[in-house]
């Protein structure tokens, strides 16, 4: 299994409130990546990191936030947390052959 | 604008049959396919892959075509077993992207004994 842990695993949190969601890998891979999975939606695109500080948007970007400081630690960060933001999350990583690689996932609820 | 198409939903198979799961795209500059297993609770696995240079990739008991004329590939599993009951999803990669993929809404396979 590639090294890719995800924190929290599970949270709920209030319409209005920020949420970070972490993701660390132990590959020293360069890039990364936030998907959301929602039914009908299978895995979009939030946004993705192609180096330290290097970032951009994906598909679905408004209302979410990342930051990249090491190597290994990709934040997600939702500013005011809204109910279309219930989702699960992943964290992914791409190995040289460009194959992406997934973290276990963070169910968010916002109520 | 999807780009990715899984367009049935869900699929049943009975067990030691061959399952087969299909994929559309529209965008011509996709390169890279790739097909991805999901267990609930778990992280989308990798599968197996295809270039746009190949027809065919097999790995064991799983085998992806593409036809790109048809902007279409498929996912066979042969025999089927009840493991392979999960969601599947096909994903693509554009040419000089930076490596984004982008997924389909995924297919649930349930192989019945």
């Known amino acids: 299994d590639a090294g890719i842990t995800q924190s929290p695993r599970h949270k709920v949190t209030e319409t209005g409130t920020p949420v970070t969601l972490r993701c660390h890998q132990t590959?020293?891979?360069?890039?990364m990546y936030w998907y959301r999975q929602d039914p009908g939606h299978g895995l979009r695109l939030i946004h993705y990191?192609?180096?330290?500080?290097?970032?951009d948007k994906g598909e679905v970007s408004d209302g979410y936030s990342v930051s990249r400081s090491k190597t290994e630690d990709f934040l997600l960060t939702l500013e005011s947390a809204t109910s279309s933001q219930t989702s699960v999350y992943f964290c992914?990583?791409?190995?040289?052959?460009?194959?992406?690689?997934f973290g276990p996932g963070t169910r968010l609820t916002v109520t | 604008d999807q780009q990715v198409k899984q367009n049935s939903p869900s699929l049943s198979v009975q067990e030691g049959r061959i399952s087969i799961l299909n994929c559309d795209y529209t965008n011509s500059m996709f390169d890279y396919f790739l097909w991805y297993k999901k267990y609930p609770a778990e992280g989308p696995t990798f599968l197996i892959s295809i270039s746009s240079i190949k027809d065919k990739n097999e790995d064991g008991r799983f085998t992806v075509f593409l036809n790109k004329s048809a902007k279409h590939l498929s996912l066979h599993i042969v025999p089927s077993q009840p493991g392979d009951s999960a969601v599947y999803f096909c994903?693509?990669?554009?040419?000089?992207?930076?490596?984004?993929?982008?997924f389909g809404q995924g297919t649930r396979l349930t192989i019945n004994p």
């Open positions: 990191s192609y180096g330290v500080k290097d970032t």
């Open positions: 994903a693509a990669r554009q040419i000089q992207g930076a490596q984004k993929l982008v």
């Open positions: 992914a990583i791409s190995n040289p052959n460009q194959e992406q690689y």
């Open positions: 590959e020293n891979h360069r890039y």
